[in-house]
């Protein structure tokens, strides 16, 4: 549950015109309810849910706020979205509001109810930013309305707190956050008790080690500052901040005033205390025995799923640093890995030994929050995929013991779930089944006579486990809801194991079908996942954590006599203090019951158009020599965005006004540009008036691991010089066609482009009225392709333009020459990129280098001119760049680099500083 970034760095007080994405699809009964904080936007067959939690909403802003004490309170847009299959949620500024989407993570690290984990998250940020309104960041907000307190937010108070404060606020005020999860933390645990990383690495990250996010860092760092100097020692540090919002400085200065003392101190001191308390945690376990099916430990951090298991093999999708994801075949016998594919890295997988079925989210060409899942097959054999439905609600795959039936859970866009019975083989549909229980199903898997299908139920008591018998289409439940987070149900014999957090560390427990008493199978130091059996040999094979490198596949012989019994007593969490209320005490509350909240009513998309939410002075970034005052309005469904003003053109010293819209609810995306201005050309006093309407078809078609995307647009209008004597007017109507496309598959987390890609632009600028002698036509594409060794890549560009003289070219020059224009261009350049180093050097707060990495190219133009003579330019060099972040901030890398460049036909070289790839 990401908080969405508005602003980037370098336009911090800028109000500008963006283009805004298509969100939600047309053909949804939007109602609204109006609470004191909340305006709740949803669809009309998910009414009953909704008046249920916009009054928890209420609840939990009231007592939340009182962790804060102050805030400018204002109503916030709280939408609920139920059209798409990805889990999360966020908040957000310019336009202020919230956005709840309706499917749960299937089996994530929090056993609360979804809404319920979404409320006390989303709306402790609603809390943080209504609080952080005061100060220097609320003059900010005077200057420039909310992107002014957007950027205010965001540049001084790091995503760790903002994001490990409302971790925090779940786990204290409920009985099933994820601070209460091992796994969630489990990282951290290892690099307390191995390593000695800097608070500056944590901060920032590392391209070499797998750093712990922002959530499970965050949660820990808050937490401690909360318990160590008092409840008030975060008001206080905000406060600061506040008033001097510079990004890290007026943070460093808020934490030593209040503790005295600085951030990487307080870090030190964190997990100082961390790696005492779990040392003393270690050794009171005793660890269970298993042995490793690989021969060789991995020297990058890699992680590893078995998917399936037989005799001889073990099946695994693999995911790594530096490799992308991938499934690989495990030779029992010499414990030697072998690639056979590349695979999606998300979602819940299985295999049958011949197939391996996932499913994958499909978007919506134009609008970003619908979507579907997907089925996609695998065969192992032929490495064939075979995408098995279209725009499908599927999730959690599971194939038979025999492998001749696959189960799915169908989740409908009402909140209500259905098991479905595929065919093993083609996918088809052979039987639905409706579940009778609220709440969300996950992880489906066979008994091993394929007559019964186990899987978990996420609702507001927790997650408990279910049966469905498929011969009598009866369901029961067979261990009640409880906040154990059980994941990865895999029967055996009379026992169900699992994956579970009821240990204090995350180990496989069993249950006894006929006792229902429950049994911990494993215990090892930093916890496991991903259980797999193989009944034939009662066989255990799990990912077993072995270092900060990641885990390995073990194997463990099943044999009951040797498992412990398990209570279900409480476990202490570390920082974790109970709050003095929680969410699971709302539904019953009378104090509930006394929120007051409106009728249920339409919600008027055409109303909403109108939100004036940001306000201030900007740059004309077209032009780059205007200076825009301006007003600027963004719907809240975020289908129409329009900004007004005055403009000042800085070389002419002359004033004039604009009108921008933007218009993207369906297709055409509309876009539409008008400005007038007085002008004096050629002596004569004239206004210059134009309009200009684009079309643009934006598509969004990626296809599982492949990002594909086509934006073909035309724009026209009209262009006129009105003189103020009256005559001699002129005008003429330009034509600008347009495409831009691309395919890519990324590569792994430390790749410097993508696998393999194309990306293409092209378009033209003209003047029908007079073709010849003003146009231009151009055409830029890029291509990637996998280098000589691993995260290297080869790249290649192809440039054509053609125009009449008046125009500059549309993109990059040959690099060390000035950039030139002529009646025709053709630019050619092959570009190599590998890394060099992983640093992780911090320079203070000021800039952390993440990476270093160089590249050689070459690159060749030729230009004719309308006589048909030609001239060449040729440019050999090298670069050494330097991928980093600045003050603390996340939201980077930011590159900077040395080019030494030598020009062929000069026969002299040219050195340049480069930042992002452009020379300065």
């Not at 203070?844 to 990476?851: D, E, L, M, N, T």
């Not at 890398?893 to 300065?920: C, I, K, M, T, Y």
């Amino acid at each position: 549950m990401r908080l969405k970034k508005l602003i980037q760095t370098l336009l911090l007080f800028s109000v500008i015109v963006v283009s805004v994405n298509a969100q939600f699809s047309p053909g949804v009964d939007w109602k609204k309810i109006e609470s004191d904080h909340f305006l709740l936007i949803f669809p009309e067959e998910i009414h009953e849910q909704a008046m249920k939690i916009v009054k928890k909403a209420e609840m939990v802003y009231q007592k939340e706020l009182g962790d804060f004490g102050t805030a400018r309170e204002s109503k916030w847009p709280l939408i609920l979205t139920t059209s798409g299959m990805v889990s999360n949620g966020y908040v957000t500024l310019a336009p202020r509001k919230s956005v709840w989407f309706g499917t749960p993570a299937a089996e994530g690290l929090s056993s609360l109810d979804w809404y319920d984990l979404l409320n006390l998250h989303e709306t402790r940020h609603m809390v943080q930013m209504d609080h952080m309104n005061q100060g220097f960041i609320r003059f900010l907000y005077f200057f420039g309305g909310e992107l002014g307190l957007t950027a205010g937010i965001y540049l001084s108070v790091p995503s760790w707190y903002l994001e490990g404060d409302a971790v925090a606020a779940e786990t204290m005020y409920s009985s099933g956050g994820r601070g209460r999860d091992p796994l969630f933390y489990s990282q951290m645990k290892v690099l307390a008790l191995n390593e000695n990383f800097s608070y500056q690495k944590f901060v920032n990250r590392s391209y070499r080690h797998y750093i712990p996010n922002q959530y499970a860092f965050g949660y820990f760092m808050a937490s401690y500052i909360s318990r160590k100097y008092g409840e008030e020692s975060w008001n206080k540090i905000l406060k600061t901040t506040a008033t001097l919002p510079l990004p890290a400085f007026g943070l460093y200065l808020g934490a030593k005033r209040v503790t005295g003392k600085s951030w990487t101190s307080l870090f030190q001191d964190m997990m100082k205390e961390l790696k005492e308390y779990w040392e003393a945690e270690q050794k009171t376990l005793v660890l269970t025995e298993n042995e490793s099916i690989l021969s060789e430990e991995q020297n990058v951090y890699t992680n590893y799923e078995t998917l399936f298991a037989d005799e001889n093999e073990v099946l695994a999708r693999k995911t790594s640093l530096d490799e992308p994801p991938s499934l690989v075949r495990i030779n029992l016998e010499e414990g030697e890995e072998e690639y056979l594919f590349r695979i999606s890295a998300e979602g819940k997988m299985s295999s049958n030994g011949r197939i391996v079925a996932w499913t994958w989210n499909r978007p919506s060409p134009l609008h970003s929050f619908q979507n579907w899942s997907d089925l996609v097959f695998l065969d192992i054999k032929t490495g064939k995929k075979t995408f098995l439905t279209r725009k499908a609600r599927y999730l959690s795959p599971a194939f038979s013991v025999k492998g001749d039936l696959l189960a799915v859970i169908h989740w409908r866009t009402d909140l209500k779930a259905e098991i479905h019975i595929l065919d093993g083989g083609s996918g088809a549909l052979k039987d639905v089944y409706f579940i009778p229980f609220d709440g969300f199903p996950a992880s489906p898997s066979w008994s091993e006579d394929d007559e019964t299908l186990y899987f978990t139920l996420q609702g507001e008591q927790g997650r408990g486990i279910a049966l469905l018998n498929l011969k009598e289409r009866s369901f029961t439940m067979i261990q009640d809801f409880s906040m154990e987070t059980v994941k990865n149900i895999r029967p055996w014999k009379n026992y169900l194991l699992y994956q579970s957090n009821l240990s204090g560390f995350e180990n496989i427990m069993a249950l006894d079908l006929d006792s229902l008493h429950t049994f911990q199978v494993s215990s090892r130091p930093y916890g496991v996942q991903a259980p797999y059996v193989y009944a034939p040999k009662s066989t255990l094979y799990y990912s077993d954590t072995r270092g900060i490198n990641g885990n390995s596949i073990v194997k463990q012989d099943l044999n009951p006599d040797t498992w412990v019994l398990t209570d279900r007593d409480e476990q202490f969490i570390p920082y974790s203090p109970e709050g003095d209320w929680s969410i699971h005490d709302f539904s019953e509350s009378k104090e509930m019951e006394k929120i007051q909240i409106s009728e249920i009513q339409d919600y008027s998309l055409i109303r909403g158009k109108f939100n004036i939410h940001s306000w201030g002075i900007s740059p004309n970034l077209e032009s780059m020599t205007g200076l825009r005052f301006q007003v600027q309005s963004t719907d809240v469904m975020e289908t129409m965005n329009w900004a007004t003003g005055a403009e000042y053109e800085i070389n002419e010293k002359k004033w004039g006004s604009f009108l921008d819209i933007d218009w993207v609810r369906s297709y055409p995306v509309l876009s539409m540009r008008n400005s007038s201005f007085y002008r004096t050309i050629d002596g004569v006093d004239l206004w210059d008036i134009s309009s200009t309407l684009g079309f643009y078809f934006p598509m969004n078609l990626k296809r599982d691991s492949w990002y594909y995307f086509v934006n073909p647009g035309v724009s026209t209008g009209l262009r006129a010089f009105l003189p103020l004597g009256g005559s001699g007017a002129d005008s003429y109507v330009p034509l600008n066609p347009s495409i831009t496309a691309y395919a890519l598959l990324p590569g792994s987390f430390r790749s410097i482009y993508p696998q393999w890609g194309a990306w293409q632009r092209a378009g033209s600028y003209m003047n029908p009225s007079e073709i010849n002698e003003s146009y231009q036509i151009y055409s830029d594409s890029r291509f990637y392709i996998p280098g000589l060794f691993k995260n290297n890549s080869l790249s290649l560009r192809v440039s054509l333009e053609e125009q009449s003289g008046q125009y500059s070219l549309p993109f990059l020059f040959v690099r060390g020459y000035d950039s030139q224009s002529d009646y025709r261009t053709a630019i050619s350049s092959v570009q190599y990129d590998f890394p060099l180093l992983y640093p992780d050097l911090a320079g203070g707060s000021f800039a952390y280098i993440q990476r270093m990495r160089a590249a050689f190219f070459f690159d060749f133009a030729e230009q004719m001119s309308q006589d048909r003579s030609t001239r060449t330019f040729q440019s050999i060099g090298t670069e050494l760049t330097f991928d980093m972040t600045l003050a603390n901030q996340r939201q980077g890398p930011f590159s900077l680099g040395f080019r030494f460049v030598w020009l062929v036909e000069e026969e002299r070289p040219v050195f340049q500083l480069v930042f992002a790839n452009a020379s300065l």
